[in-house]
């Protein structure tokens, strides 16, 4: 097969826009359509300083790569999770990417102030463990992001659409209202944006391959059989039958929420006793597991 563009010899073929491509052309088709997004969603400027929190994936470490090739003022955002055989893992990938990009990765390890990791951790306190590292990983990542003007991360459309999936079979209007792209500052958490929204799974990893991004492959040893593994699964079956289903799902919500957005109740928030963000109960769930730590 050829390049559509240059008719040399095609790496990839996008069956859902029908286009074959060389290595070159489809870096620029990726890198043209991230930049559409970051513009059409208004997510930032170069004038704005963005931390990218990065998993050691290949969407995460992608996106802080193409950001930086960009000439988009960024640093990486790391947390080590101590999850047994994995975290490891990652942290050595982020550490290699920043040393051979030169872009900066600020690096936190939770065992450090907790002594254990997430998976100890979730059993001693009874709580799934992915519910409880989404719930850490929130927390530090607005924490961190107090410095900086936006937050961004490398959700991409496959996440999106199973994330959306998820929201529409439990009619969580909550969580629907503010499914989108990008998020306003709001209420004491800094502006949160995934660029990546509209690149596929399988265009993400392409991308990361041919720009010679070395990423961790393994999926979280803890998210084996985590709900949205298997709203991906099922969502892969019908793109299989009919090409163009996820993202016209997700285009779709979207641009209905804009027409007719959905309004978020909002709840009333109170400044944490210990840590003064902004939370529905007196102390915040991530200031009461730390309490529960200590006892
Ligand atoms: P996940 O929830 O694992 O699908 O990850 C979604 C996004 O959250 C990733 O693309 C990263 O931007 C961010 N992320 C996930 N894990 C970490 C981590 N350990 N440290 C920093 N950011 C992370
Ligand atoms: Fe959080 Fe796996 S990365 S549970
Ligand atoms: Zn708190």
């Not at 050691?56 to 960009?70: I, N, P």
């Not at 199973?162 to 969580?172: H, S, Y």
């Not at 793109?239 to 909002?266: A, V």
Request: aromatic fraction near 8%.
């Amino acid at each position: 097969m050829k390049c559509k563009i240059c008719k040399d010899k095609a790496e990839i073929y996008l069956r859902s826009y029908n286009l074959a491509l060389c290595r070159e052309d489809f870096i620029h088709f990726f890198e043209r359509k991230v930049k559409r997004s970051i513009e059409q969603w208004k997510m930032f400027t170069r004038k704005e300083k963005i931390l990218v929190a990065v998993s050691g994936g290949k969407d995460s470490l992608g996106l802080l790569h193409l950001l930086g090739k960009l000439g988009y003022d960024v640093t990486g955002y790391y947390i080590n999770l101590g999850i047994d055989g994995y975290s490891d893992v990652s942290q050595n990938k982020v550490k290699e990417f920043s040393r051979s990009s030169g872009i900066m990765i600020l690096i936190e390890d939770v065992r450090v102030s907790w002594g254990t990791g997430i998976g100890d951790l979730a059993k001693k306190v009874r709580r799934p463990p992915c519910s409880l590292c989404g719930m850490v990983k929130r927390y530090l990542m607005n924490r961190a992001a107090v410095e900086f003007d936006a937050m961004a991360t490398g959700h991409n459309q496959d996440d999106e659409t199973a994330t959306l999936l998820g929201n529409l079979l439990r009619w969580d209007k909550g969580y629907l209202a503010r499914q989108s792209p990008v998020l306003k500052e709001k209420r004491g958490l800094k502006k949160r944006v995934k660029p990546l929204s509209f690149i596929t799974e399988r265009e993400s990893a392409a991308y990361a391959l041919m720009e010679g991004i070395d990423y961790i492959m393994e999926e979280c040893p803890l998210a084996k059989g985590a709900t949205s593994l298997f709203y991906k699964g099922i969502l892969n079956q019908l793109e299989e039958k009919m090409p163009g289903t996820k993202s016209r799902f997700l285009k779709g919500f979207l641009e209905y929420q804009r027409n007719h957005p959905l309004i978020e109740e909002e709840e009333e928030l109170v400044a944490c006793k210990r840590c003064g963000s902004l939370t529905t109960s007196e102390v915040c769930n991530f200031c009461r597991l730390e309490d529960k730590i200590k006892s």
